[in-house]
Nanobody, 116 residues
Framework: QVQLADSGGGLVQPGGSLRLACASS????????VHWYRQVPGNQRELVAAITAGGVTNYRNSVKGRFTISRDDEKNTVYLQMTDLKPDDTATYIC??????????WGQGTQVSVSL
């Protein structure tokens, strides 16, 4: 059973940067897409960024120009580089791997807090 492990969260000041990692225990090529979601308690989970197996990326409008999703196929890891962080970016960030004919695979989440 493939597992995804999220890491890289932390506490940063506004304007700071973090790089999140979503490491797969199997080949990252097994997923046709990997998504990063974020969730704040009481709010709906929202899609932040996505990358396909072919490297096509997509972002929610509020993070365009600040966040970059990428993949390292040798390390079987998808990254989310976050810059110019704002307090509204505070959330638990969770990666999700999608395979054909299978339920989504979820990481355990990593907390990002942006505060003075």
């Amino acid at each position: 059973q493939v597992q995804l492990a999220d890491s890289g969260g932390g506490l940063v000041q506004p304007g700071g940067s973090l790089r999140l990692a979503c490491a797969s225990s199997g080949s990252i090529f097994d997923f046709y897409a990997v998504h990063w979601y974020r969730q704040v308690p009481g709010n709906q989970r929202e899609l932040v960024a996505a990358i396909t197996a072919g490297g096509v990326t997509n972002y929610r409008n509020s993070v365009k120009g600040r966040f970059t999703i990428s993949r390292d196929d040798e390390k079987n890891t998808v990254y989310l580089q976050m810059t110019d962080l704002k307090p509204d970016d505070t959330a638990t960030y969770i990666c999700c791997g999608l395979k054909y004919g299978s339920d989504p695979y979820w990481g355990q989440g990593t907390q990002v807090s942006v505060s003075l």
